[in-house]
């Protein structure tokens, strides 16, 4: 029978549902994987940090298994950026962000030059011992800032999560049917904030309490925060997954439903009043167009319009107008005789009613920024 102290049993079971949880979001076919992968990686992460203590608290070598022991801290700094940017894919999108992707790793790819550069340095003046042992004098001073910088940078994107998500639910171009989706989104976003809140809480007060007590090398001292992490695994497997994906199902077989009551001729037909509606009146640059006013324009139920566009075209309704306004927006940014306009004017003059908006779905549509692709459009 085997002799399995409680701590390591719970530490254990949340490490083998993270393992399984992260394995199904990486293979599960969906339409936007990438936000999935994000989670993912962030669960593996906490999944290699706990399996670490693990071996600790059953009293068994990991030295040979991780790279700590070399390089510390450098999967501990893409903790904060994985979240930002799970945030930012599912809510205003990774496209429309400032900077490239690989950009906000910068803080675990410093960690990983400076520490691997002293790991080197070290091995390649093995032969001269007060060199050497000057080398790692300098390299656990080094070590000692890295473990209280990576707090303040998790900090830093926890709070860049935050605001992310307060710019997206606040966005007036939100259109009516999307509501009940955003706050459903919104919720759980703002939830998993909490808990990462939590986390930069337990991990501040255990790092920092090691040190005023002396503990830095009581590993009994860091199980509470371990804990804290089997626990934040056990929770982002029931809501993350099990509930949000239930929800976007049922959500998914009632428009699906409503279709289903049309025939096909039916659902043509009212594509084509929407087509009308957009190409030819042009209702689009009508900055207050929303669903309701749409319905009244085309005589559609707003809940086939909604399920038109999340069913057959595949995307949300403001999706649907925004991309009539981008491209003429496109046009009036390609004509010479607009350079005079500011951009604020043109995404006025396409619909838009707020600058911010349209130049986070300019970027999300086109992958570059408004003045950019005037820039470009016009050599």
Not at 108 to 124: P, T
């Amino acid at each position: 029978m085997l002799n399995i102290p409680i701590i390591s049993f719970v530490i254990l079971l949340g490490l083998l549902q993270a393992i399984v949880l992260s394995g199904i979001l990486f293979f599960s076919k969906r339409n936007n994987p990438i936000k999935q992968y994000f989670l993912a990686w962030l669960i593996l992460i906490f999944a290699y940090n706990s399996f670490e203590i693990l071996m600790f608290t059953l009293g068994k070598s990991s030295s040979f298994f991780f790279i700590d022991n070399y390089i510390p801290f450098v999967h501990i700094y893409c903790l904060g950026t994985l979240l930002f940017l799970y945030i930012a894919a599912n809510t205003i999108g990774v496209e429309a962000l400032s900077r490239p992707k690989w950009f906000y790793f910068s803080p675990a790819l410093l960690c990983l030059v400076v520490n691997l550069s002293f790991v080197l340095l070290i091995h390649f003046t093995a032969s001269d011992e007060p060199k050497r042992s000057q080398l790692f004098t300098i390299y656990r001073s080094v070590i000692d800032v890295e473990r209280h910088l990576m707090i303040v940078v998790f900090a830093w994107f926890l709070f860049q999560s935050y605001k992310t998500l307060q710019l997206w639910y606040g966005d007036i171009s939100l259109m009516d049917d999307v509501k009940e989706e955003k706050a459903i989104i919104y919720r759980w976003l703002t939830l998993l904030l909490y808990v990462f809140l939590g986390t930069l809480i337990v991990w501040a007060f255990t790092i920092y309490g090691s040190v005023l007590l002396h503990q830095e090398s009581n590993t009994l001292f860091y199980l509470p925060l371990e804990c804290w992490l089997s626990f934040v695994m056990y929770w982002i497997a029931f809501m993350g997954f099990h509930r949000i994906s239930i929800i976007r199902i049922d959500k998914q077989k009632n428009n699906q439903s409503i279709l289903d009551l049309l025939g096909e001729k039916q659902v043509n037909e009212a594509i084509e009043q929407l087509k009308k509606v957009m190409e030819e009146e042009q209702y689009y640059l009508n900055p207050e167009l929303n669903l309701a006013k749409v319905s009244e324009l085309t005589g559609l139920n707003p809940k086939i319009i909604s399920a038109i566009c999340n069913q057959i075209l595949h995307k949300g309704f403001g999706e649907f107008i925004n991309e009539y306004r981008i491209e003429e927006a496109k046009q009036r940014l390609s004509n010479p005789l607009n350079n005079h306009l500011t951009i604020l004017s043109i995404a006025y003059d396409a619909g838009f009613n707020s600058l911010p908006t349209f130049q986070r779905s300019f970027k999300q549509v086109t992958g570059m920024t408004p003045t950019a692709f005037q820039k470009k459009s016009q050599e």
